[in-house]
């Protein structure tokens, strides 16, 4: 069964919970239907709603800090829509901008999708030394893109609108 996703009430996304808790904040009005499975109910002795697909909280829960989705070489391709970061084709793998032989490190600032051929091109030189320049610089991941992550997917059809425009 998939997972609910639970927004805060200022409709920022905060974490996920299993359909029947989803229910529960939902029947305990502490919680409101956003998007709700198109064909799947649920039922039960006084129950009939729609399987809730993203609930929002009715009150504003404080966040004491943002969660930071933690880096991976998935998440890297996820961020960059599987785009390479030098040539705009299709993108299969993670290019350190200064290499790892040269002290650079696994993080978002550091990392960018690249497709084989420029990642091989490029080697064991950053963008200066290997003369190829980046068409955009890397970026820590948006809300969007973390949730995308969170959720086990690369889909942003899987995700509300208000959430995947951020990330276009
Ligand atoms: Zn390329």
């Known amino acids: 069964m998939r997972d609910t996703l639970v927004l805060n009430a200022s409709f920022e996304p905060l974490s ?5 808790r989803a229910v529960v904040l939902v029947l305990q009005d502490k919680a409101v239907v956003e998007q709700a499975h198109p064909e799947l109910r649920m039922r039960g002795a006084a129950v009939d709603i729609p399987a809730p697909r993203v609930i929002r909280l009715c009150q ?3 966040v004491p800090f943002r969660r930071r989705a933690p880096w991976s070489r998935r998440g890297v391709l996820v961020r960059d829509r599987h785009r390479c ?5 299709r993108a299969t793998t993670v290019d350190h901008v200064v290499p790892r032989s040269q002290g650079g490190q696994d993080t978002w600032l550091n990392t960018v999708a690249a497709c084989a051929e420029d990642n091989h091109r490029k080697a064991d030189r950053t963008p ?3 003369g190829m320049a980046l068409l955009r610089q890397p970026f820590e991941p948006t809300p969007a893109d973390a949730m995308l992550l969170a959720l086990g997917q690369e889909d942003l059809s899987a995700l509300p609108d208000w959430l995947a425009l951020d990330a276009a």
């Open 16 to 20: 996920t919970v299993t359909l029947n």
């Open 60 to 62: 504003y829960v404080r």
């Open 85 to 89: 970061a030098y040539c705009g084709r």
């Open 128 to 130: 200066e030394e290997a």
